[in-house]
């Protein structure tokens, strides 16, 4: 007796949304030397697939670009966040 093998192969793709209550920001980077747009280092986790933790390290090795704000909290580039990503 002759046995039939059948393969199956899925293919997925992922499309992230950022969406927020207000536009996203932007500012001059110095490291870029443009405007570019911003984002908040949760929402940069979010959108590369990373957790929040991995986009701050990023940070303290100098992989991405940020600004940080008067309370504190970091300010993400999209474009260095979009060209370390690529790079992974």
Partial sequence: MRKKRIEITVETDQVVIIRKTQR?????CQDCG???KL????????????SPRTIYRWVEAGKIHFTEQPG??????????????SDE
């Fill in 34 to 36: 443009e405007l570019v």
């Fill in 72 to 85: 504190g909290s970091l300010l993400i580039c999209l474009n260095s966040l979009t060209a370390v990503t």
């Fill in 39 to 50: 984002v908040t280092a949760e929402a940069a986790a979010v959108a590369s697939g990373v």
């Fill in 24 to 28: 996203l920001s932007r500012a001059w």
